[in-house]
């Protein structure tokens, strides 16, 4: 099990910027695949991005592309979501998540169903 600290969210106007961190505890933290999500009042949870567990390769949803990077550091334990140019639709608890299980290189994991270890969120609120 990997127990898992999300920081670094707030209120900022559309346009800015914000940097999520979450910090994990757990041996197998550097071995696998790790993830934000969000989830918007009134709204089911979305997957945002995720990163391999060498850090070296990223996906990102569509609707976040070329304004989001998720990034790593497994020294640290840290894995970072930074989000520029926020739009007001970008208001939500975002959620940090890593998976415990077979980690194969060549999946892309973005369901929640692939991650069961889950911090407790950090607000995000982009004012217009």
């Known amino acids: 099990q990997v127990r898992l600290v999300e920081s670094g969210g707030g209120l900022v106007q559309a346009g800015g910027s914000l940097r999520l961190s979450c910090a994990g505890v757990?041996?197998?933290?550097?071995?696998?695949?790790m993830a934000w999500f969000r989830q918007a009042p009134g709204k089911e949870r979305e997957f945002v991005a995720t990163?391999?567990?060498?850090?070296?390769?990223?996906y990102v949803v569509n609707s976040v592309k070329g304004r989001f990077t998720i990034s790593r550091d497994n020294a640290e334990n840290i894995v970072e979501l930074h989000m520029v140019t926020l739009k007001p639709e970008d208001t939500a608890v975002y959620y940090c998540?890593?998976?415990?299980?077979?980690?194969?290189?060549?999946?892309?994991?973005?369901?929640?169903?692939?991650?069961?270890?889950w911090g407790q969120g950090t607000q995000v609120t982009v004012s217009s």
């Open positions: 998540a890593a998976r415990s299980g077979v980690e194969l290189p060549t999946v892309i994991y973005n369901s929640e169903r692939d991650y069961d270890n």
């Open positions: 990163v391999k567990p060498t850090g070296g390769r990223t």
């Open positions: 757990g041996r197998t933290f550097s071995r696998k695949s």
